[in-house]
Every structure is written in structure tokens, then in C-alpha cells.
């Protein structure tokens, strides 16, 4: 399945921005979703996952409450709401899907995610 992630731009503190990542190549609905993001000379760091379905999720301790992960399985398009964004929040982000059928979402793992889109960058000024 390819990736592609977009929606990422600057903002300022408090604001927020939605991230897409659409899908293509496979059947979508097979697919647990998660994004991940990677700020500077960080490592990869979960942020949220969904189930197949849009059933099940799950998020970073860092972002519960501001962000929120959703899917539509008809547009084969995960989304990331990102809400009252901080400072800390500014990395590369990144969208991975894992073929799980109608199993549950994985792990915050990244190496239980077999594919990955590009990256979008989001910047929080302070």
C-alpha cells in the first residue's frame, strides 16, 4: 500500500491543523492505521493508532485530549485533528499502516508497521 501525507504547514501556538494521509494499492479497510512523528535529533515517537474499522484507538500520553485520530474507509483516508498544538509538538509526522484484516490495532511500535508514507512537516511557533 502506498502513503501520502499532507496537511502539515506552520502555526502558531494553540492553533491547530489537520493531517491527511491517503492510501492507495490495497484494501484499505485491511489496514490498522498510526502516525507517528520525529522531531529533531529524536527518535520515532507513536502519536496515535486506529483499528480497521475506526473502532479502537489509541494516542501518546502527550497528545490525549488535544489529538484525535480518525479514518474513512470509503476515501481510503486516515486523519490526524491536532488541537491546541504546542511547541513540543513540531516533528516530521508520519503516517504507517499495518495489514491486521479485522484484527485489532497494533502496538505503539513502529516496527510493527510494514509501510509508511513520506512525512509532513509541522511547525508550532511559541
Known amino acids: 500500500v502506498q502513503l501520502q501525507a499532507s496537511g502539515g504547514g506552520l502555526v502558531q501556538a494553540g492553533g491547530s491543523l489537520r493531517l491527511s494521509c491517503a492510501a492507495a494499492?490495497?484494501?484499505?479497510?485491511?489496514?490498522?492505521m498510526a502516525w507517528f512523528r520525529q522531531a529533531p535529533g529524536k527518535e520515532r515517537e507513536f502519536v496515535a493508532t486506529?483499528?480497521?474499522?475506526?473502532?479502537?484507538?489509541n494516542y501518546a500520553s502527550s497528545v490525549k485530549g488535544r489529538f484525535t485520530i480518525s479514518r474513512d474507509n470509503v476515501k481510503n483516508t486516515v486523519y490526524l485533528q491536532m488541537n491546541s498544538l504546542k511547541s513540543e509538538d513540531t516533528a516530521v509526522y508520519y503516517c504507517?499502516?499495518?495489514?491486521?484484516?479485522?484484527?485489532?490495532?497494533?502496538?505503539?511500535?513502529?516496527?510493527?508497521?510494514?509501510?509508511w508514507g513520506q512525512g509532513t512537516q509541522v511547525t508550532v511557533s511559541s
Open positions: 494499492g490495497r484494501t484499505f479497510s485491511n489496514y490498522a
Open positions: 504507517a499502516a499495518k495489514e491486521t484484516g479485522y484484527g485489532p490495532a497494533p502496538l505503539a511500535r513502529a516496527f510493527e508497521y510494514d509501510y
Open positions: 486506529i483499528n480497521w474499522s475506526g473502532t479502537s484507538t
